[in-house]
C-alpha cells in the first residue's frame, strides 16, 4: 500500500480531484535514489545529446527527469524512459528500431525511493491521430474527428476509460518493487490550443480543439489514478497553455509539424524540457523527502 501524498497541479485539477495541498515541506535532500520511466514526452527525442546506451529509445540527456536529477542533486539517476513506449513496454520490454531494451521497471529497485512516471499517449496511439489530422486541402477535407467514434467498443470513451486500470497496475507494480519509492505521475503538455492555428499549423480549428480535448481527458485519467493509488500528479497541461505548437518560435514548449528546433514532431523541445524540469523538480521539493 502507498503512502497518501499530496497532488501538485493546478487550482482547477485539485477541484477535480477533490484535493488541496498541504503545506510545503523541506526540499528533497540529497541522497534519493531516482527512476524515471516514461515515454517519449520523458525522453525527448532528437533533442541534443541523445543518449548512446540504448539509441533506440531516442532519449536525451537534456530532458526533464536529467534536469530535475540535476537540480535534486539525487545520489543515482537512472532513466529509463523510451519513445514509443506503451504500459506493456514497463512490463514486456520493447523492440526499438535499434533492437529490444529491458522492461522499463527493471530498474526500479528495492533501494529506489524517487519514481517519474509519464505513460499512456502510445497505449491511445495519439501520436498517429495527430498525423492523421494533418491536413493541406480545408476546403476539401473532412475533419478527421469526424471519423473517430466516442462511443461504442472502439470509440474514445471507451478506449480512454481502458487507460485506468492500466495506470492503477503499474503505479502498483512500481510501490511493490520500491515500497519506500514516492511516485510521481507527470500529466501531458497543452500541445494545441482551443481553435488551432490554421494554416501556420495544419489542423483544423475543430480538430486542434477535439485533439487538445483528448489529451487532458487522458490527463484526468493520469490524475485520478494517480490520487487513487497514493501518489502524486503532476500536471504540465496547465503552465504550458501559451507555449504550445502555434506559439512563437523562442515561446513554444512543443514543436510543430515542421520544428524549428530540434525535437521530434509535436514533442517537447530544449525550452520545454527545462520549463517541464522546473515545474517536476517544484512538485517534488514541495512534497519533502520521505522518512526513511
Not at 46 to 56: E, R, T
Not at 108 to 136: A, H, P, Y
Not at 209 to 230: F, K, M, P
Request: proline share 8%; net charge negative; aromatic share 6%.
Amino acid at each position: 500500500m502507498l503512502r497518501s501524498t499530496v497532488v501538485l497541479s493546478s487550482a482547477v485539477l485539485m477541484a477535480l480531484v477533490g484535493t488541496t495541498p498541504s503545506s510545503a515541506r523541506p526540499a528533497a535532500a540529497p541522497g534519493d535514489v531516482y527512476v524515471a520511466l516514461g515515454d517519449s514526452a520523458a525522453a525527448g527525442p532528437l533533442i541534443p545529446n541523445q543518449s548512446l546506451a540504448q539509441p533506440g529509445c531516442l532519449r536525451s540527456n537534456r530532458n526533464y527527469p536529467s534536469l530535475t536529477a540535476a537540480a535534486l542533486g539525487v545520489t543515482v539517476f537512472r532513466d529509463a524512459s523510451c519513445s514509443g513506449a506503451t504500459t506493456e513496454d514497463m512490463y514486456e520490454g520493447q523492440v526499438t528500431p535499434a533492437g529490444k531494451v529491458s522492461p522499463q521497471l527493471e530498474a526500479v529497485t528495492e533501494d529506489t525511493t524517487l519514481v517519474t512516471l509519464q505513460i499512456g499517449g502510445n497505449d491511445l496511439r495519439l501520436t498517429e491521430l495527430v498525423v492523421k489530422c494533418f491536413n493541406l486541402l480545408p476546403l476539401v477535407a473532412d475533419p478527421c474527428a469526424d471519423d473517430e467514434p466516442e462511443d461504442g467498443e472502439n470509440g474514445w470513451q471507451a478506449r480512454i476509460q481502458a487507460l485506468a486500470p492500466r495506470l492503477e497496475r503499474l503505479i502498483g507494480r512500481v510501490a511493490e518493487r520500491a515500497p519506500m519509492a514516492r511516485i510521481f505521475v507527470v500529466g501531458y503538455a497543452t500541445y494545441l490550443p482551443r481553435g488551432g492555428c490554421y494554416p501556420r499549423v495544419p489542423v483544423l480549428g475543430e480538430d486542434a480543439t477535439w485533439v487538445q480535448g483528448l489529451i487532458t481527458r487522458v490527463n484526468r485519467v493520469l490524475a485520478e489514478q494517480a490520487v487513487a493509488s497514493g501518489a502524486t500528479y503532476v500536471d504540465l497541461e496547465t503552465p504550458s497553455a501559451g507555449h504550445d505548437v502555434c506559439a512563437a518560435r523562442g515561446v513554444r514548449w512543443i514543436e510543430g509539424y515542421f520544428p524549428t528546433s530540434r525535437a521530434m514532431p509535436f514533442h517537447p523541445n530544449a525550452a520545454g524540457m527545462r520549463a517541464f524540469a522546473d515545474v517536476v523538480t517544484a512538485a517534488i521539493e514541495a512534497q519533502g523527502r520521505a522518512p526513511l
